[in-house]
């Protein structure tokens, strides 16, 4: 770890892999506090969600499939802030700064907010389709739908939104895991997990506050905004050298979007991927980003063809 952060790295992840063993969280955790860099997990205990399919609820159990509870994500939660009080109040080591990438019930978001009261170094973020979408979209057996964490109920995906109004979530991820034929043209239960979801990051979660009251939607817009952007700066630590690129008049990475412009429809939406697995292939979203720029100063239409 110490290597890699010499070499430039700005984060160790283990990406969708849960880390079982307490024992080797401690170790990581111990380490990690040397490097100074963040931890990103995907909290999930395995034992508790291994051969789930979808959200535990009653609707899992009416379409006969095995769930995955909200508790599978909290107890790792649990479980690790313990740890991080372990090491700071007993160890006396450094705070590790902590970040959880996909969280995805409203459990979750009241011990982050406690661990924040408590100053932990904590952080966490949300795939954009758990803002917009619940577990009722997987029925008719919709494998496009079957991502992990699942989607979950209305309550849990109306505390996210609160979540990211209030702050406690600070990053959007597009979870982008589009898979193959081969992985999706399946029977529901032996469908892999995930979806293309880069295409729809932004407009998905945009479109999530729309049932905002009005007064609150112009802060819902800044607050996505700084999620995609601001947030993952942070916790990377990048900060600093976007904010240059930014004052030197760099257009890397800038985005160009319309909130007030309907998009074209599913066949502009599809163009972007050509994976089968397109949770909102049919969906008209209602905001359209209009272009993008690379690092070379190259700015990409909607219609992906450069303009300079």
């Given at each position: 770890?110490?290597?890699?952060?010499?070499?430039?790295?700005?984060?160790?992840?283990?990406?969708?892999?849960?880390?079982?063993?307490?024992?080797?969280?401690?170790?990581?955790?111990?380490?990690?506090?040397?490097?100074?860099?963040?931890?990103?997990?995907?909290?999930?205990?395995?034992?508790?969600?291994?051969?789930?399919?979808?959200?535990e609820s009653a609707?899992?159990?009416?379409?006969?499939?095995?769930?995955?509870?909200?508790?599978?994500?909290?107890?790792?939660?649990?479980?690790?802030?313990?740890?991080?009080?372990?090491?700071?109040?007993?160890?006396?080591?450094?705070?590790?700064?902590?970040?959880?990438?996909?969280?995805?019930?409203?459990?979750?978001?009241?011990?982050?907010?406690?661990?924040?009261?408590?100053?932990?170094?904590?952080?966490?973020?949300?795939?954009?389709?758990?803002?917009?979408?619940?577990?009722?979209?997987?029925?008719?057996?919709?494998?496009?739908?079957?991502?992990?964490?699942?989607?979950?109920?209305?309550?849990?995906?109306?505390?996210?939104?609160?979540?990211?109004?209030?702050?406690?979530?600070?990053?959007?991820?597009?979870?982008?895991?589009?898979?193959?034929?081969?992985?999706?043209?399946?029977?529901?239960?032996?469908?892999?997990?995930?979806?293309?979801?880069?295409?729809?990051a932004f407009a998905?979660?945009?479109?999530?506050?729309?049932?905002?009251?009005?007064?609150?939607?112009?802060?819902?817009?800044?607050?996505?905004?700084?999620?995609?952007?601001?947030?993952?700066?942070?916790?990377?630590?990048?900060?600093?050298?976007?904010?240059?690129?930014?004052?030197?008049?760099?257009?890397?990475?800038?985005?160009?979007?319309?909130?007030?412009?309907?998009?074209?429809?599913?066949?502009?939406?599809?163009?972007?991927?050509?994976?089968?697995?397109?949770?909102?292939?049919?969906?008209?979203?209602?905001?359209?980003?209009?272009?993008?720029?690379?690092?070379?100063?190259?700015?990409?239409?909607?219609?992906?063809?450069?303009?300079?």
């Open positions: 770890m110490m290597d890699l952060r010499a070499h430039g790295a700005a984060a160790f992840s283990n990406a969708n892999a849960a880390i079982e063993s307490a024992h080797s969280m401690l170790r990581i955790l111990q380490y990690g506090s040397m490097t100074g860099l963040p931890l990103m997990c995907v909290p999930h205990d395995k034992g508790m969600s291994q051969g789930g399919q979808m959200h609707l899992s159990l009416q379409w006969g499939l095995r769930g995955i509870p909200a508790v599978a994500e909290t107890l790792r939660l649990d479980r690790d802030l313990a740890l991080l009080d372990y090491l700071v109040l007993e160890k006396s080591l450094l705070p590790v700064p902590l970040h959880w990438s996909k969280i995805s019930c409203a459990g979750s978001l009241d011990r982050i907010r406690n661990a924040h009261s408590k100053g932990q170094l904590v952080t966490c973020g949300v795939a954009a389709h758990h803002l917009l979408s619940t577990a009722e979209d997987l029925s008719g057996f919709r494998s496009e739908f079957k991502v992990f964490p699942p989607l979950r109920s209305e309550a849990d995906r109306l505390a996210l939104v609160q979540g990211v109004m209030d702050g406690t979530i600070t990053n959007i991820c597009s979870d982008h895991q589009p898979g193959d034929f081969e992985s999706k043209d399946h029977e529901f239960p032996h469908a892999e997990f995930g979806q293309a979801g880069i295409q729809y998905a979660a945009f479109e999530a506050g729309l049932a905002l009251p009005a007064r609150s939607r112009s802060l819902w817009v800044n607050r996505v905004v700084q999620a995609f952007t601001q947030g993952p700066e942070e916790v990377l630590g990048i900060r600093e050298s976007v904010d240059n690129e930014w004052q030197n008049g760099r257009a890397n990475g800038w985005v160009i979007f319309d909130p007030t412009l309907r998009s074209k429809g599913p066949a502009s939406n599809s163009a972007h991927s050509k994976s089968v697995s397109q949770a909102y292939r049919n969906r008209c979203f209602a905001a359209e980003i209009l272009a993008v720029a690379g690092r070379d100063g190259t700015w990409f239409s909607s219609s992906l063809q450069g303009l300079r």
